[in-house]
């Protein structure tokens, strides 16, 4: 542990200025997305919106993504990220502090769709952004570090909006208030919560400005057709692991709050512990992306993790005994999250400079569109089994072995391309 924290060190101040800067301001977007992340699901459930309505809506964030995620990264391929970043945080904190006011189904879903979109156009260019400004020696941890600071202030996040949660309902209600009563107190204090969240978000902004952003020289820009023919065989070997990841996070992932609520009867205040235990690990399991990364390689590192998650997805199906799900649901966030900066980095190596925006948007395409389809087909599954969690467990754990073959199969010849040319 001493020598890993040496190295994260002396890794911090090899870290170019426009690098840490976007660091400090990635604290308080992962403080915002925790308390949305975290509670959106419970919120549109206490406002009393069906299994499927709450699909839908969770389903149309992602919808944000896959539509804007593509055109985003060309566009964006050859400008300065400053601006970019201070506009999505903006206008995606502004759609958090509007959404409590909003009623209507069709008006969330909107909104929703729009705050997905701006994460969307934030999330495209960090990857590329960080290559740029990280050296050889230093990437690995610096990539590691920009996923762990999100989970770490998500802890953070999670824990203040589950406490005040619970700290207002216990202002507003009776000891002997009715279910409805407990409902309604549960979404107004969680609306509160949101546009918090949405407050912060957009503080965001004020450090994102001041990141300077040196391009370095590309070729003339071409057409994206002309772009994806000439290395579509690198686009493709990223893309196909990604959308079964995808698909099966999807599917499953969004409804895990209402799961520890109906499964274990979790208060919102024990749910917002359970998160931010679960970012605790989260966060363990990311600064040590680099020491994985060491022993097994990109690909095997990544397969590896992906294959140690399905064992505790297969408990959280079976279990109903609360401290093994609590356990299984910590130590699954913990191995699949730690794959997001070994994946990151092995794909901006992979991937010539020209191309870099444009793989990072095809990846957040496909990974919008498994969140897609998978939260509305899974809100129904849920409608039509009477709850039955365990068919979205199940459903998961099938994708992601799929994915971890083709991962396997599709990368490692990347991989090894990459130890080649720097032998």
Known sequence: MASLIRNYQEHWRLASKPARRYLFGAVLMGF??????????RYLDARGFTKGEVGSILASDALGKTLIALPA???LARRSVRRTFMVAACLGGGAYFAMPFVEPLWGLRALNMFAGMCLAVHYVVIAPFLFRHTGPRERASIFGLAEAIRTTASVVGALLAGLLVSYLMGMWLE????????????????GYAIMAAGLTSILAALVYRTISDQREELPEPQPFWSIAAQHRGVIAR???PQLFIAAGSGFCIPFLP??????FGFAPDAWGQMFAGGQVLMTFGLLASPWILSKLGYVRSIVFIELASLPFFLMLALTMNMPLAATAFLLRGALMNSTHPIHKNLMMNATPPQVRE??????????GLGW????QVGGYVLEGSGNDYSLLMYTTMGCYTIA???TYVMLIPLERCIQGESA
């Open 32 to 41: 915002a997305q925790a308390v949305t992340w975290s509670l959106l699901a």
């Open 73 to 75: 990264a060309l566009w």
């Open 175 to 190: 000891p002997d208030a009715t279910a409805e009563l407990l409902a309604k107190a549960e979404a107004d204090a969680t």
């Open 238 to 240: 990223f893309a196909l």
């Open 258 to 263: 209402l799961y520890f609520k109906d499964r």
């Open 358 to 367: 444009v793989q990072t948007g095809i990846n957040a395409t496909l990974w």
């Open 372 to 375: 897609v389809i998978g939260p």
């Open 404 to 406: 971890a073959a083709l």
